[in-house]
């Protein structure tokens, strides 16, 4: 079987009013992220980390904020359309491990939804997804409740009979 990993990373600003979407599924809370989309911060960082593992660029590249066509977008479309390219390609995902770096809320009571729905739209289980979420200390702008930063890695996988194809 032919392997390839990537790494994702995205952050995104918080400000008071706006809704806060994080892997898949909106969390209760008084700040929510500014962006162009939904502002996913997680899924954002696993469709970077999915693009990257194929050389494929970045989020930016295939979704760029100065598009209309990607205004309000949700986020979950997005992950559908990266994981099409995954398929077209003859990749499957093997497993992601996702961790969100947020001072609050707490995230605990959203952990296994944002696994469930991220498993659903990557087509695979839910014991191959690992979403952990932390705070920073108060430290830097996390900790100061000012942003939001996740970072992801993800395993793809294509069997090697596909590759003589």
Same mark, same amino acid.
């Given at each position: 079987m032919d392997i390839r990993i990537g790494n994702g990373y995205d952050v995104h600003?918080?400000? $008071? /009013?706006?809704?806060?979407w994080l892997g898949g599924v909106q969390v209760e809370s008084p700040l929510g992220c500014i962006a162009h989309s939904d502002g996913d911060? #997680? &899924?954002? +960082?696993?469709? =970077?980390?999915?693009? !990257?593992?194929?050389?494929? /660029? =970045? &989020? !930016?590249k295939h979704f760029p904020d100065?598009?209309?066509?990607? *205004?309000?977008i949700d986020s979950k479309i997005l992950l559908s359309r990266v994981m099409a390219l995954i398929g077209a390609e003859g990749w499957n995902v093997i497993n992601a491990d996702i961790t969100i770096a947020m001072q609050k809320p707490k995230?605990? $009571?959203? &952990?296994? $939804?944002? @696994?469930?729905?991220? +498993?659903?739209?990557? /087509? &695979? $289980?839910?014991? @191959?997804?690992?979403? *952990? #979420?932390?705070?920073?200390? *108060?430290?830097?702008?996390v900790g100061r409740s000012e942003g939001c930063?996740?970072?992801?890695?993800?395993?793809? !996988? *294509?069997?090697?009979?596909l590759l003589d194809s």
């Open positions: 600003a918080l400000a $008071p /009013g706006l809704p806060l911060v #997680a &899924i954002h +960082a696993l469709c =970077d980390a999915l693009l !990257g593992a194929l050389a494929l /660029g =970045d &989020i !930016g100065t598009s209309d066509e990607f *205004k309000g995230l605990a $009571p959203y &952990i296994v $939804p944002m @696994r469930e729905c991220l +498993a659903s739209l990557m /087509g &695979i $289980p839910v014991s @191959r997804v690992s979403v *952990k #979420a932390t705070t920073t200390e *108060k430290l830097g702008f930063e996740v970072y992801a890695v993800v395993l793809l !996988g *294509k069997n090697e009979e």
